[in-house]
């Protein structure tokens, strides 16, 4: 932009440029704007979601669920391979924090893939990956423990489906369940335009909007 006048003007576009007094040399000027980067391709493209939260399943509706496909195909699988009764885990804290079992489930396969003993790089735990201080604040005293894992992490999520701004928008709570509350906040109460909680909110509400 160019100042004239201390107003902005637009810029102006060419094939030459002027060096000194009667000398230009050529020069190839694009008029096409500056290409975005991925991290703003990616957040206009995925901006949507946080209306996508209010659309769908109930996720205070705990009870008489169907659960997708993908989604039984997954913990029926788990429950073999660990010996671990995931679905009747999930489906007593759903009724007890009166959640959607749906929603557990879609964040239990995004988080661990119903693995109790997942531990990411960043040290969350469990099979909704609790961060130590997550853990600690929702009363959750062994992360590996399916029974508790599951129970504080749901209402961690709970607690964030009820935030101020939030207000029930599931993609929003996703948002600030993986990226933290105050980011949330920070984008005006929308997805922030980070690239893993951008995929981490699709992912989750493209599993929970199947059932």
């Known amino acids: 932009m160019l100042e004239i006048s201390g107003k902005p003007q637009p810029k102006q576009f060419g094939t030459s440029c002027r060096l000194a007094p009667q000398k230009w040399q050529p020069v190839q000027w694009s008029i096409n704007k ?3 980067s ?4 990616a957040y206009r493209h995925y901006r949507q979601l946080a209306k996508l939260g209010g659309k769908g399943p109930n996720p205070f509706a705990a009870n ?5 496909k993908k989604l039984l195909k ?3 699988y788990a429950e073999k391979k660990y010996n671990v009764p995931f679905r009747k885990i999930i489906g007593k804290t759903a009724v007890e924090h009166k959640l959607n079992p749906v929603l557990i489930h879609a964040v239990v396969k995004t988080e661990s893939n119903y693995n109790p003993q997942a531990v990411s790089h960043v040290g969350a735990k469990g099979l909704m990956q609790l961060m130590p201080a997550t853990a600690k ?3 959750v005293r062994n992360a590996f423990n399916p029974r508790q894992n599951v129970k ?8 964030m489906l009820t935030r101020r701004g939030i207000n029930g928008n599931v993609a929003l709570a996703l948002a600030a369940y993986n990226a933290g509350y105050g980011n949330v906040q920070k984008y005006g109460y ?15 509400m493209t599993l929970y909007q199947a059932s």
Not at 64 to 68: C, K, Q, S, V
Not at 152 to 159: A, H, M
């Open 190 to 204: 929308k997805v922030p335009p980070f690239k893993e909680t951008l995929n981490y909110v699709k992912k989750i």
């Open 38 to 41: 991925s991290q703003k391709k």
């Open 152 to 159: 504080g992490g749901s209402g961690y999520l709970k607690k």
């Open 137 to 139: 604040e929702m009363g």
């Open 74 to 76: 997954s913990s029926t």
């Open 64 to 68: 008489d669920y169907t659960l997708p």
């Open 34 to 36: 500056p290409k975005q």
